[in-house]
Nanobody, 129 residues
């Protein structure tokens, strides 16, 4: 069956870096969009970043304004994996981070959790001194 497994979370000081990874199995996601969402305690799940498939070999990277310039999303299509490099981390980045796969058809849809069919279990990121 389809499975998404996140790894790489942990405790980091403000200003530090972490790299999250998502390993997909059960099918090939080369024609799927894949993204990262996060949910902080007491808050709703929010979009972080995504790579959206736009047909053929065209992909678009999308970022939430709050992480633009600090986070970088990437995919390895041969290995069916996705990564999120997080730099200049802030305490407000503290959350559980979830990997997701789906078929968002636009930039707007890529930021909606409802556009994603498959989800990982999450990995915890804590930014604190």
């Amino acid at each position: 069956q389809v499975q998404l497994v996140e790894s790489g979370g942990g405790l980091v000081q403000p200003g530090g870096s972490l790299r999250l990874s998502c390993a997909a199995s059960g099918r090939t996601f080369s024609t799927y969009g894949m993204g990262w969402f996060r949910q902080a305690p007491g808050k709703e799940r929010e979009f972080v970043a995504a790579i959206r498939w736009a047909g053929g070999r065209t992909y678009y990277a999308e970022y939430a304004d709050s992480v633009l310039g600090r986070f970088t999303i990437s995919r390895d299509y041969a290995k069916n994996t996705m990564s999120l490099q997080m730099n200049s981390l802030k305490p407000e980045d503290t959350a559980d981070y979830y990997c997701a796969a789906g078929t968002p058809a636009s930039r707007g849809q890529a930021q909606l959790s409802s556009a994603y069919d498959y989800w990982g279990q999450g990995t915890q990121v804590t930014v604190s001194s």
